[in-house]
């Protein structure tokens, strides 16, 4: 396992009442936990995945999903089995939409 | 050592028991009066003769001898592992089981088990911890797999689960991790009537109360547990 | 709308989530524990593995058809549903609040395994806490209702757990054992047990093989939905009955009979002729009405 901490720059978030879950902890699947951070212009990210060696492509996929949804605001706390980063991307997708207050 | 030979250490003042198909029952005589014997010999493989063996035995006990102590002596290697078995719905069985040793203790029955041998999984949950405590023989197995097996299946090295188990009662094998985990209540050096008629005075008069994750808690093998069954009893109502 | 063309929800396929969002009055939804105030399991951390929030298990409050009821959801894609000390615990403290709070039920939404192996001592503890509370849950007068139709079905320990329940609602795809069909084959081999053949395996262990022996209550779709209308329907029918010597020798008496009559058995189809149904081969084949039909029209 392979703990990996992130600090990107984002828009600010809407967000709703409670926090927000997605995903299960499954083979190539993962969960998504968002939680209200303190620096509203930033999201910090905390992953712990079964599999080791992926910090750099970690990085790019929530670079270009901080960038390209607005994501400040928030701790995202992800717990992963393996997920490609497509379904990561998806996941992060549904996770904040959910956290602004209805699913997608 | 034999059946014989602990029923002779446990109950020097006289015992009739019978056993049938691994299955133990009768009764014997202590300082604390007559007490129903019951369990498994052998490394028993639990099944649905022996289980409904030893659940007519209690209803038994219950309409006959009201309030008569249940003494379970436990040797089990888990439950039987077939087909036909399992076609006739084991767990059902083993419930059934499990369901009569707590009407016993509902209707006032103590009871107390003692590990003589093997205490394994399915076999060990349908009698041996429903009792009100569970006690051990030093060199009896408690396990739900030996570490080899557990490798296997969980793909962890032996070696590092070896060191864990050094460690941590988690998964060690072992009665001693049970008596830590808070489900043995203690581990017998060696089989004696006194330990038991003592452990039967305790267990007349003890409270009927779940109190493993407690103990657990306290013996400092169990250190989650106990605090997430209060969080779920004291958080708030929705 | 026609409900054949209504979209059916699979349960089967549903998260411990999805399933309970269906099961419940909308909005009715209350978690215990939820995730954003829990930890994973330390125990896997330990072996190197990432844990989930909520350590597989949602326990919460809500209500179905208006009467408030506890639910217990485990997750089958987190470790096979597998009982761990967390996991176990939670289950353990919502059924001792059901004790106390006398909720109209417990929906029990087993998925599970049984222990899980990475913390083996403490899920089989936790199983036997877990078989107590049920029993005092409903010696207080609470219906347990398990409901049974995931992906790692009823196993092991949990498989006996389902059995205390009150009654256990299953669907075909829902399967309810003891031993897997990969442990009896990896132990006794493949001619004892052919854990490949799922069409073997669903005659031995499946929810309508179950149902015909009256092992579970009641069968129904893979459908969310229909697990909702099970458990309200036979809630309302049902009142617990207190712990009786009586009770027990009833079930003493017909496990008896019936091991007599079937002990050599060995496969679904002699034990469904031998319960008077005229074709057995046909059972996989029908669907769920028929199945009910079929069963409701045999000899007793």
């Keep these: 396992m392979e703990t990996l901490n992130f600090r990107f720059d984002s828009k600010p978030v809407p967000r709703a009442a409670n926090p927000a879950l997605c995903g299960v902890v499954g083979s190539g699947n993962l969960e998504i936990l968002v939680k209200p951070g303190i620096e509203p212009e930033a999201c910090r990210v905390r992953i712990k995945t079964s599999a080791r060696g992926f910090g750099e492509t970690w990085r790019a996929v929530l670079d270009s999903f901080a960038t390209s949804h607005p994501a400040g605001g928030t701790v995202i706390a992800i717990n992963d089995m393996g997920a490609t980063p497509a379904v990561v991307t998806l996941r992060l997708a549904q996770a904040l939409a959910e956290y602004q207050g209805g699913a997608l | 050592m034999s059946l014989n030979d602990i029923l002779d250490s446990l109950f020097p003042a006289g015992h009739a ?17 007559t007490v129903a014997v019951l369990g498994t010999t052998d490394a028993a493989a639990i099944d649905h003769a022996m289980a409904l063996a030893l659940s007519g035995f209690i209803l038994d006990t219950i309409e006959q001898h009201p309030g008569r102590p249940l003494v379970f002596l436990v040797d089990t290697s888990g439950q039987a592992l077939s087909r036909s078995q399992e076609l006739l719905c084991l767990n059902g069985s083993l419930a059934h089981l499990a ?27 349908s009698f041996g911890l429903m009792a009100d405590r569970a006690y051990a023989l030093a060199d009896a197995q408690v396990r739900v797999m030996d570490l080899r097996a557990m490798a296997r299946v969980t793909k962890i090295a032996h070696e590092r689960l070896v060191e864990l188990a050094a460690t941590s009662p988690i998964f060690a094998p072992g009665a001693e991790s049970y008596v830590r985990m808070g489900a043995i209540e203690a581990i017998w050096p060696a089989l004696s009537a006194e330990r038991l008629v003592s452990a039967l005075e305790e267990v007349v008069i003890l409270d009927k109360q779940d109190i493993r994750q407690q103990l657990g808690l306290l013996r400092q093998g169990r250190l989650l547990a106990n605090d997430v069954v209060r969080a779920v009893l004291d958080a708030a109502a929705g | 709308m026609i409900p054949s063309l209504a979209a059916r929800h699979s349960w089967f396929e549903a998260t411990a989530r999805a399933r309970l969002a269906g099961l419940l009055d909308a909005g009715s939804f209350t978690e215990i524990l939820p995730p954003a105030d829990s930890q994973p399991s330390p125990h896997l951390a330990l ?12 326990v919460c409050h809500g209500q179905l058809e208006k009467k408030p009821i506890f639910a217990i959801a485990q997750e089958g894609q987190f470790m096979g549903g597998a009982v761990g000390e967390i996991h176990g615990a939670k289950i353990v403290g919502m059924l001792r609040r059901a004790a106390q709070e006398k909720p109209a039920a417990v929906l029990f939404l087993i998925d599970s395994g049984g222990v899980r192996l990475h913390e083996a001592n403490a899920g089989l503890i936790a199983i036997s806490e877990i078989m107590r509370a049920v029993l005092d849950a409903r010696a207080a007068g609470v219906p347990v209702i398990a409901l049974v139709g995931g992906s ?19 669907s075909e795809e829902g399967r309810l054992a003891l031993s897997g069909p990969e442990v009896i084959e990896t132990v006794a081999g493949v001619e004892e047990f052919d854990s490949k053949d799922r069409a073997l395996v669903w005659r031995v262990t499946g929810g309508k093989h179950r149902y015909l ?23 309302a029918s049902w009142t617990e009955p207190a712990p009786s010597v009586a009770h027990l020798r009833a079930g003493q008496q017909a496990l008896e009979h019936r091991l007599a009559a079937y002990a050599s058995y060995r496969d679904g189809l002699q034990v469904w002729a031998a319960l008077g149904v005229a074709e057995p081969e046909s059972v996989p084949l029908l669907d769920r009405d028929s199945l009910v039909a079929l069963k409701e029209g045999l000899p007793t």
Excluded: W, Y
């Design chain 2, 17 to 33: 028991v019978n056993v049938e198909n691994k299955v133990i029952s009768g009764e014997a005589t202590t300082a604390k009066g």
């Design chain 2, 99 to 125: 369901s009569c040793v707590d009407l016993a203790r509902r209707q006032g029955h103590a009871s107390l088990s003692l590990v003589t041998a093997n205490a394994v999984s399915g076999g060990f949950l």
């Design chain 3, 47 to 58: 072996l190197d593995l990432p844990g989930a929030f909520d350590d597989g298990v949602v």
């Design chain 3, 213 to 235: 022996m009256g092992d579970c209550a009641m069968l129904v779709e893979d459908d969310i939905a229909a697990f909702r209308r099970g458990a309200t329907e036979f809630l």
């Design chain 3, 152 to 170: 790692c079905g009823a196993f092991g320990g949990m498989g006996i757990v389902a059995k205390l329940c009150s009654a256990i609602i299953i």
